[in-house]
């Protein structure tokens, strides 16, 4: 069974500039959670997604945006984009019910110039 | 409001001795606590679950307590191998009513021959 894949595994950019990164679930996962992580820092979480909805967005300003499509992959859109936002960007997918265990893609290496 | 705290300072053991983390949180009451391992640049990977009504968990060299009176999860690697060296998070549903899960910072465990 494959696992949560996300790409492109490095994206460098400008600033000012725009980033788009994709991830796709593992088979029958309807969440998509997507997270940043700074280098040398936890786990920030950015934004859930479920049936093609945003369920609830962490604590970013509105050009971090994405969306679900209707076979459950996900694409995170940072707009304007800034030097702090270099990071290590990860998707995981859980199932809708349950403990929502989450399974993790290998994330994007996101660099801005 | 909710809280997680994990020991942010390096745990540095020799090879063959039991490893012990630590994850406390406050102001909640979780139904269930996870914990996951994650290698430098890479996702995180699930390890583990425990539930409120369990007091310990075990899986191979891996060994879970949940105690919901002091709030607080230990995490055990017994036998401890330079293989185990690696960032453990903690992980609790979050508070709020979303079905999402907040991370704790992470411990970083370092196993030495």
């Known amino acids: 069974e494959a696992g949560v894949t996300q790409s492109p595994t490095h994206l460098i950019k400008t600033r000012g500039q725009q980033a788009t990164l994709r991830c796709s679930p593992i088979s029958g996962h309807t969440s998509v959670y997507w997270y940043q992580q700074a280098l040398g820092l936890g786990l920030q979480f950015l934004l859930w997604y479920d049936e093609g909805e945003e369920r609830n967005r962490g604590n970013f300003p509105p050009r971090f945006s994405g969306r679900q499509f209707p076979n459950y992959s996900s694409e995170l859109n940072v707009n304007a984009l800034e030097l702090e936002d270099s990071a290590l960007y990860l998707c995981?997918?859980?199932?809708?019910?349950?403990?929502?265990?989450?399974?993790f893609g290998a994330g994007t290496r996101l660099s801005v110039l | 409001s909710q809280k997680i705290e994990q020991n942010s300072e390096a745990l540095n053991i020799q090879e063959g001795k039991t490893a012990t983390l630590t994850c406390n949180y406050t102001?909640?009451?979780?139904?269930?606590l996870q914990w996951y391992r994650q290698d430098p640049g890479r996702g995180p990977v699930f390890l583990l679950l425990i539930r409120e009504n369990e007091k310990e968990k075990r899986k191979e060299r891996l060994k879970v307590t949940f105690d919901t009176t002091l709030k607080q999860s230990l995490f055990h690697i017994t036998a401890s191998q330079p293989a185990d060296s690696a960032t453990y998070l903690c992980?609790?549903?979050?508070?709020?009513?979303?079905?999402?899960?907040?991370f704790g910072a992470g411990t970083r465990l370092a196993v030495h021959p």
């Open positions: 102001n909640y009451s979780p139904a269930y």
């Open positions: 992980a609790l549903p979050f508070s709020g009513g979303y079905n999402k899960l907040i």
């Open positions: 995981a997918s859980s199932l809708y019910q349950g403990e929502r265990i989450q399974y």
